[in-house]
Nanobody, 122 residues
Framework: QVQLVESGGGLVQQGGSLRLSCAAS????????MAWYRQAPGKERELVAL???????NYVDSVKGRFTISRDNAKKTVFLQMDSLKPEDTAVYYC????????????????WGQGTQVTVSS
C-alpha cells in the first residue's frame, strides 16, 4: 500500500506565507511526478504546481512567482512554499503522486493525500 500524508495547512493573513509538506510511504519503486492540487468551495479541483522527476516544474498562472514546489527525493517528500498569499488561495490542498509500485510488474498508480485546509484572511 502507498500513503501520502500532508501537513502544514492553517490560517494566515493576506500577504503571509505557509509551507505544505507531503510525504509518500509504502511499497514505492519510483516516483514519476508529484503535484499539488486545490479545491475551493463550489469549484472544481485544479492543478496548482507540478514537479516531474528530472527537475521540470509547472504552475498554474495564478500562483506563478508566489508559490514554489520542491522535492526531497530521498525522503519521497514534496513541498509547496506559498508566499504572498491571497484570500483567493483559500482551499483544501491535495498532494498527488504518479508512481510505480514495488510489486510484480511494477504497476503505475495515482495516489492522493487526505487534503489540508489553507485559509487566507483579508
Amino acid at each position: 500500500q502507498v500513503q501520502l500524508v500532508e501537513s502544514g495547512g492553517g490560517l494566515v493573513q493576506q500577504g503571509g506565507s505557509l509551507r505544505l509538506s507531503c510525504a509518500a510511504s509504502g511499497s514505492i519503486f519510483s516516483i514519476n511526478a508529484m503535484a499539488w492540487y486545490r479545491q475551493a468551495p463550489g469549484k472544481e479541483r485544479e492543478l496548482v504546481a507540478l514537479s516531474i522527476s528530472g527537475g521540470i516544474t509547472n504552475y498554474v498562472d495564478s500562483v506563478k512567482g508566489r508559490f514554489t514546489i520542491s522535492r526531497d527525493n530521498a525522503k519521497k517528500t514534496v513541498f509547496l512554499q506559498m508566499d504572498s498569499l491571497k484570500p483567493e488561495d483559500t482551499a483544501v490542498y491535495y498532494c498527488n503522486a504518479d508512481l510505480l509500485v514495488r510489486d510484480s510488474g511494477f504497476p503505475r498508480g495515482i495516489y492522493w493525500g487526505q487534503g489540508t485546509q489553507v485559509t487566507v484572511s483579508s
